[in-house]
């Protein structure tokens, strides 16, 4: 797959965290701020769920799954200064975060 095909069309971002609980106000003021920089990049919210059970692998405490027009979108949201500003309370606040751009196979 050449890089073209991966950024043209449409991409869902898939986000696991861990929060951590000792820093629930900085889990509570990233949401904040990142759920609009996300719609404002043109993000389609598919589900917020919670993980009840881990069968295998790293436990995660929640998911979220947004459906963008491109991969570019969310690339140039993750980019920008107003997400980076984002970046020290996001490491406070979640133990773990993994951030992925996933398409149909």
Do not use: C, W
Not at 21 to 38: D, F, G, I, T, W
Not at 50 to 59: A, C, L, Q, T
Not at 72 to 79: K, L, N, Q, V
């Amino acid at each position: 797959m050449d890089n073209k095909a991966k950024t043209d069309g449409k991409t869902t971002l898939v986000v696991t965290a861990a929060p951590n609980p000792n820093e629930m106000a900085s889990v509570q003021e990233y949401l904040k701020e990142v759920l609009p920089l996300l719609m404002g990049a043109g993000g389609k919210p598919v589900k917020r769920l919670k993980v009840d059970e881990v069968i295998h692998g790293n436990p995660s405490g929640m998911v979220l799954v947004m459906d963008f027009d491109s991969a570019d979108a969310i690339t140039g949201m993750f980019e920008s200064e107003d997400y980076a500003a984002l970046v020290p309370v996001r490491d406070r606040g979640f133990a773990e975060m993994n951030i992925l751009l996933t398409q149909e196979m």
